[in-house]
């Protein structure tokens, strides 16, 4: 199974700061790469598709990059409800696999 | 407004039965595969189980095959999870998750809204 490695398990970070989440994966996946937004007791949100593109409807303050193995979720100008908690998701090969998470927290 | 509506969680011994459906809405629920996602008291999330749009393919989470199966009923639009042999590590909410794919990318959205499955004596 393919492993992905989420980077940093927690941050702490402040309203109007710039962040960045990295995803590592044990193989290539392409660009089959998705970011997941997880409010406490809420079901995961989509965010970001094929590595980099924005749902609809998703603020434009987050982004991702990268293609391959490396993979970054990154949200500028952070707002009071971006403090939760983010997660990547494999899906080039199965069993899909989600990242650790990392728990976004208020300096 | 597409929505996704689980149901069936509860309580069971270990080694016994339960089976999770998810009711879909506002989409054409046989144009889409699916998938189980479960996520354990306090912990990430886990990729358990897809079904193809027909139900012809099916994909299981090794800690889980052989016990599960995924299925649909695409006149009812439902998907269903049996889940046999309950351990108490599948303890967790267990979400459904549409598949969308376009242009070779695909993706989970929306999710429902979850169903907590307990596995205790």
């Known amino acids: 199974a393919i492993q992905m490695t989420q980077s940093p398990s927690s941050l702490s970070a402040s309203v109007g700061d710039t962040i960045t989440i990295t995803c590592r994966a044990s193989?290539?996946?392409?660009?089959?790469l998705g970011w997941y937004q997880q409010k406490p007791g809420t079901a995961p949100k989509l965010l970001i598709y094929g590595a980099s593109s924005v749902q609809s409807g998703v603020p434009s303050r987050f982004s991702g990059s990268g293609s391959g193995t490396h993979f970054t979720l990154t949200i500028s100008s952070l707002q009071p409800e971006d403090f939760t908690t983010y997660y990547c998701?494999?899906?080039?090969?199965?069993?899909?696999?989600f990242g650790q998470g990392t728990k976004l927290e208020i300096k | 407004e597409v929505q996704l509506l689980e149901s069936g969680g509860g309580l069971v011994q270990p080694g016994g039965s339960l089976r999770l459906s998810c009711v879909a809405s506002g989409f054409t629920f046989s144009n889409f595969a699916m998938s189980w996602v479960r996520q354990a008291p306090g912990k990430g999330l886990e990729w358990v189980s897809r079904?193809?749009?027909?139900?012809?393919?099916?994909y299981y989470a090794d800690s889980v095959k052989g016990r599960f199966t995924i299925s649909r009923d695409n006149s009812k639009n439902t998907l269903y999870l049996q889940m046999n042999g309950l351990r108490v590590e599948d303890t967790a909410v267990y979400y459904c998750?549409?598949?969308?794919?376009?242009?070779?990318?695909?993706?989970?959205?929306?999710w429902g809204q979850g169903t907590l499955v307990t596995v205790s004596s």
């Open positions: 998701l494999q899906d080039y090969n199965f069993p899909y696999t």
């Open positions: 998750a549409k598949r969308y794919w376009s242009g070779g990318i695909g993706w989970f959205d929306p």
């Open positions: 079904i193809d749009n027909s139900g012809g393919g099916t």
């Open positions: 193989q290539d996946i392409r660009s089959a």
